[in-house]
């Protein structure tokens, strides 16, 4: 038997496939398959162990939090534990941000307050259900995204004008009174609740507020352990419990947590009233639910990536949160939640919070924290009814006053948003939740719509030092702002003073610009050039202005007589056009307008390079010509090419007389040290040193120029030496690719780049590395006439035994090369 086969199984059948063998390996994978669903690839006790004590920390904070916000909306107290066990099950189980923690919210306190008050509990119960449906529906059409898209200020404001509302709603009952409808009223009837208080609930509120606000500052190792097993919520109302026998004694009446008997547990109904009102409380409950969740999902991922983990749980992977599942599983919570005659559910910032920072590692925390909630509802009754109201309406109040946090205010101080944020807050205050985000959606698109329109243009007129040394007026016109068809009259009436023949200099300050500000700028920029005058346009918008040139193109390639943006300054005193001034003035020119145009687009890419170094992979040898652009012809950019030129693209062969060094140090440096992969040789049509060489004789007179051309005798002596025709350049006429004969200076010029290639090889450093197969040498030849380049074919030893010489084949624009 071979070595490499597997013996054969004692529970395998007569074809070789294993009986019982084979569903032990399923039973293991899928057991592997459930870990990792369930336990993110940690091992399970570790995980379960994480789970159960989080699960834990989220049950003490929700049980009393879950019966305050009961208690504030004006909901069977019983509704609130039914959330608080349906969110932690349900959403837990089926939602899409594993470790976010669903329940009853103070967010929705005061649009469920205002429902039950219109349309009654078991009504607003059906609402609950019916948003759940809606919630549905939004997941299965993936617009969980969408959700986020509303301004921050807009979420923060509703934020803060529900924790205003809940404040003074709650205040009521600490002091000993009962809240009114709305915050406007609560706020008329507070100097009367002020004037007559309850001692007994105002006492019990007054230590509440006292241990929530005092126990976060527990310091201290026996301090964090010490909040760790107590939260605070729980600190807080424990006290108050043991108040209700005290006041008792005293002959105070303090109001306690009433849990009616679950068979009278109210269930939801058909709702009744008005079509559009039902479907307006829908869209609130299902907007204001939604957001909520979604904005905490995604804090709690945050939470979870800023965290480390123990040592044992490191291998644990936490799901990114899923924004649609969420939403689903939201929405199915919000059904089973309403139809058991609960709260509405959502996401809870406080308990994910709590969740995360506890250890939690899974989902399972939040699912276990309902079951702790649902254990609670049904064997703690008689705990659960020694707590004071005024205990639990302290404790919402506080959160009502946290959720007006400073640092959203800074927030949106810092962005310009403050009037969006107080506009929401006042609406939801007044109106209600819906009139409120309406209010504030407005008074962001208003705000948005005068920035775009508000357009401040200033001109100053300064003395500068011009291109020539010499100090010269300057008129600096500075746009702020977005530059729109609204502010085209001011701008034209600006740019219309200034005077002709001046430097102008505009800065636009602003990243937009429409096409009637564009089309004024352009006119009036090239009606000011016109009449002898100089623009400079900078800022964010100038590219914007400049890209599209004038008739010939003001692009990079484009010859600076045919520039609009490099056009000379005139000498301020001379009058200075032409000759030696007007040269400099023209390279000055081209540096400004790449410092304009071109240095903010490369800038990075430059930064890079420098602090990385060049690593060019091509060594480009080409002539000195000034019609020869090699980044033009190669499309290469900064960091691509080592580039050699000179005059003929010669290459001095190793050792030849007159040798200049320059060069072969330029390929040493190129070969042994960038360790390019590949050089190439570029000569060109109508190069003046093959002219000169090709017109040369015996007795030409020994100048630095003709010392130099005689590296290029040997190009010469190979154009006769062969036999066959010479050199030629395929015709690329209709795809025609049969070799076209060529004049005596083309066949000199494709006979310099294939002896040139010849000298390469003789450097050492060159051949030791085309031995290795590491170098690559290429002869390329650019025809400026027709501007078409051309490549090599072969090694360029063709011709040399009588046949046809060496062919430069075209280079198509529509052939990928490999």
């Known amino acids: 038997m071979s070595a490499c086969a597997p013996p054969r199984s004692p529970d395998a059948d007569h074809t070789g496939r294993t009986g019982r063998s084979d569903l032990s390996a399923r039973a293991s994978r899928l057991g592997d398959l459930l870990r990792r669903s369930w336990y993110g690839g940690g091992s399970p006790k570790g995980v379960l162990s994480a789970d159960l004590s989080a699960s834990v920390s989220v049950f003490l904070i929700a049980l009393p939090l879950s019966l305050g916000i009961a208690l504030a909306t004006g909901a069977p107290l019983q509704a609130g534990l039914v959330a608080a066990a349906v969110g932690g099950i349900v959403a837990g189980r089926f939602g899409g941000a594993p470790l976010q923690v669903s329940g009853p919210t103070a967010g929705l306190t005061v649009v469920v307050a205002e429902l039950i008050q219109r349309h009654g509990w078991r009504t607003t119960c059906a609402i609950t259900v019916l948003a759940g449906l809606a919630q549905l529906g939004l997941s299965a059409l993936r617009t969980a995204r969408s959700a986020l898209a509303i301004s921050p200020a807009i979420v923060h404001g509703m934020v803060a004008g529900i924790g205003v509302t809940i404040a003074l709603a709650q205040l009521h009952i600490v002091l000993g009174g009962s809240p009114e409808s709305s915050a406007v009223a609560n706020v008329l009837a507070l100097p009367g609740q002020l004037a007559d208080p309850r001692p007994a609930a105002l006492s019990v509120g007054a230590v509440t507020v006292a241990v929530l606000l005092l126990w976060p500052r527990l310091r201290g190792r026996a301090g964090e352990l010490t909040r760790r ?49 039902l479907l307006a409380a829908v869209l609130t409950v299902t907007l204001v639910a939604s957001v909520e969740s979604l904005l905490t999902a995604v804090a709690s991922d945050k939470l979870a990536l800023a965290r480390t983990l123990p040592e044992h749980l490191s291998g644990v992977r936490i799901p990114r949160p899923d924004l649609d599942r969420e939403l689903r599983g939201q929405g199915l919570a919000n059904m089973v939640s309403g139809a058991l005659g609960g709260l509405p559910v959502t996401g809870v910032a406080v308990r994910t919070a709590t969740n995360v920072q506890a250890g939690a590692v899974s989902r399972n925390s939040a699912v276990l924290h309902g079951v702790w909630v649902l254990f609670a509802a049904g064997a703690l009754v008689g705990l659960l009814e020694l707590i004071p109201l005024a205990a639990l309406a302290a ?36 109106f209600g939740v819906l009139e409120g985000v309406g209010i504030g959606i407005a008074v962001a698109v208003a705000v948005a719509l005068h ?7 200033t001109c100053e007129t300064v003395r500068e030092t011009g291109p020539h040394g010499a100090e010269e007026v300057v008129h600096r016109v500075r746009v702020r702002g977005q530059l729109t068809f609204l502010a085209v009259p001011r701008l034209s009436r600006t740019l219309g003073r200034l005077p002709e023949g001046s430097r102008v200099v505009v800065e636009l300050g602003g990243s937009f610009m429409d096409h009637a500000a564009y089309e004024t700028l352009r006119d009036w920029e090239t009606s000011h050039t016109v009449h002898g005058g100089s623009v400079e346009i900078t800022g964010r918008s100038a590219p914007c202005v400049q890209e599209p040139a004038a008739p010939h193109g003001c692009r990079p390639w484009t010859p600076w007589r045919n520039h ?76 691509d090419l080592f580039t050699v030129r000179n005059v003929g693209n010669l290459v001095p062969p190793p050792g030849a007389e007159g040798n200049d060094d320059s060069v072969a140090a330029a390929i040493e440096y190129a070969v042994e040290v960038l360790r390019v992969k590949s050089i190439t040789v570029c000569g060109h049509s109508g190069c003046g040193a093959m002219q000169a060489l090709y017109d040369s004789g015996p007795d030409a007179v020994a100048t630095s120029l003709s010392r130099w051309l005689s590296h290029g005798r040997p190009s010469l002596e190979r154009l006769a030496s ?3 025709s010479g050199p030629r350049i395929a ?14 200076l083309e066949a000199l010029c494709l006979t310099n780049v294939v002896q040139q290639l010849d000298h390469l090889r003789a450097h050492p450093c060159v051949a030791r590395r085309l031995a290795e197969g590491s170098l690559e040498l290429h002869g390329m030849y650019f025809h400026v006439g027709e501007a078409q380049a051309y490549v090599l074919d072969g090694t360029g030893d063709a011709g040399r035994d009588g046949g046809e010489g060496p062919v430069f084949t075209p280079v198509r624009p529509d052939v990928v090369v490999a």
């Open 564 to 639: 609009q943006c490099t056009r000379p300054f005139p000498g301020p005193a001379s009058g200075e056009t032409s000759g030696k001034g007007l040269d400099r003035s023209q390279l000055l020119g081209g540096v400004r307008n790449f410092q304009r145009t071109t240095a903010p687009l490369v800038r990075e890419e430059l930064a890079r390079l420098a602090r990385e170094g060049q690593r060019p992979s091509q060594l480009f040898l080409t002539c000195a010509d000034s019609r020869l652009v090699t980044s033009m012809i190669t499309s290469s950019g900064p960091g």
């Open 395 to 430: 404790l919402v109040m506080v959160v009502g006053v946290q959720m007006v946090k400073i640092v959203h205010i800074r927030g949106v101080t810092r962005h310009r948003e403050v009037l969006v944020y107080a506009a929401t807050a006042a609406g939801v205050v007044l």
């Open 451 to 457: 920035r775009l329109a508000r357009t401040r243009i």
């Open 731 to 744: 015709d690329g006429d209709e795809g025609d690719t049969a070799p076209r004969e060529s004049d005596g």
């Open 229 to 277: 097993a107590f939260p605070a919520a729980l600190a807080a109302v424990t006290p108050a419990t043991p108040a209700t026998a005290v006041t008792a004694l005293a002959g105070l009446r303090l109001p306690r947590v009433d849990l009616p008997s679950w068979h009278s547990h109210a269930l939801p109904s058909l709702p009744e009233g008005p079509v559009l009102g």
């Open 722 to 724: 062969w036999r066959g």
